[in-house]
């Protein structure tokens, strides 16, 4: 990686000197927070992940991505089928659920989804997805799925930036 000059930027390394610095930067870009599910034989997993991308209308193929060193890996790393719920502002527990020491499905109303994939209802949108294929990302796998079905609903996403939940002003 290549450092570009920013004399404005006091703060400004070259981001391989410091993984603190380089996931600070990232920070910066705001995502959306997603819950994704999938089963195992010994029952639904859930993550909350903010690593969620778009690839391509035709085929329909979404990503995300899952770190090794999660507790989940191995179950998302086997899956067949998964499905990713993108959260709306009024969600923020939702996320709070699926994060390490939450409450995960406990309570939770679930549908399933192509290959017994637990859905989770109203969230704002949400892909049920087979996988099409794993790729080497580094310190995280990334998943790529073809979109089997799709639904949404109206309303304001989860935004996740430099650690905070917030929400997103037009």
Do not use: Y
């Not at 990503?63 to 060193?69: D, E, N, T």
């Not at 089928?81 to 679930?110: C, K, V, Y």
């Amino acid at each position: 990686m290549q450092s570009i000059d920013h004399p404005q930027d006091a703060e400004f390394q070259p981001a391989t000197s410091d993984p603190r610095l380089l996931r600070d930067a990232l920070g910066r870009f705001a995502t959306g927070v997603t819950v994704i599910t999938c089963l195992t034989k010994d029952g639904p997993v859930g993550i909350t992940a903010n690593s969620f991308a778009s690839v391509s209308l035709d085929p329909a193929l979404v990503l995300w991505s899952i770190a090794r060193s999660s507790s989940r890996f191995a179950s998302f790393s086997a899956a067949q089928n998964f499905a990713i719920h993108i959260l709306g502002a009024d969600e923020r527990d939702l996320a709070a659920r699926f994060t390490r020491g939450g409450a995960g499905f406990e309570g939770l109303p679930l549908a399933a989804g192509h290959g017994g994939t637990p859905l989770i209802g109203g969230t704002l949108a949400r892909f049920d997805c087979a996988l099409d294929r794993a790729l080497d990302g580094g310190d995280h796998l990334i998943l790529l799925g073809r979109v089997l079905a799709a639904s949404f609903r109206q309303g304001a996403p989860l935004v996740f930036s430099q650690g905070h939940f917030g929400g997103f002003a037009a």
